[in-house]
Nanobody, 126 residues
Framework: QVQLVESGGGLVQAGGSLRLSCAAS????????MGWFRRAPGKEREFVAA????????YYADSVKGRATISRDNAKNTVYLQMNSLKPEDTAVYYC???????????????????WGQGTQVTVSS
């Protein structure tokens, strides 16, 4: 069982930056692929970024590529999402998710993630 708690959201002006954090409980954090997803008002939840258990490989949605960086610190059981050049369309609730080891993976598929945090609100003003 893994519990995830996001933090770092808030109100920021367009062009600004935020760093989201996701603290995980459990001794097996380093085994999990971690992802960030978001749900904008009136929209479906969508993939933002993912990072493999080792941190070697990262994946990004086209909408954030070049503006977002996902990273993890397995010693601290924490995954981060650095967002730069924020746009009003980045306004959403951001969720952290953990995916158990599996033989195949698509990273952006929400169904592959077993544990979810409660989310943190990010609001970008124009």
């Amino acid at each position: 069982q893994v519990q995830l708690v996001e933090s770092g959201g808030g109100l920021v002006q367009a062009g600004g930056s935020l760093r989201l954090s996701c603290a995980a409980s459990g001794r097996t954090f380093s085994m999990y692929t971690m992802g960030w997803f978001r749900r904008a008002p009136g929209k479906e939840r969508e993939f933002v970024a993912a990072i493999t258990w080792s941190g070697i490989s990262t994946y990004y949605a086209d909408s954030v590529k070049g503006r977002a960086t996902i990273s993890r610190d397995n010693a601290k059981n924490t995954v981060y999402l650095q967002m730069n050049s924020l746009k009003p369309e980045d306004t959403a609730v951001y969720y952290c998710a953990a995916s158990q080891p599996r033989p195949t993976r698509t990273y952006y598929d929400q169904r592959e993630y077993n544990y979810w945090g409660q989310g943190t609100q990010v609001t970008v003003s124009s």
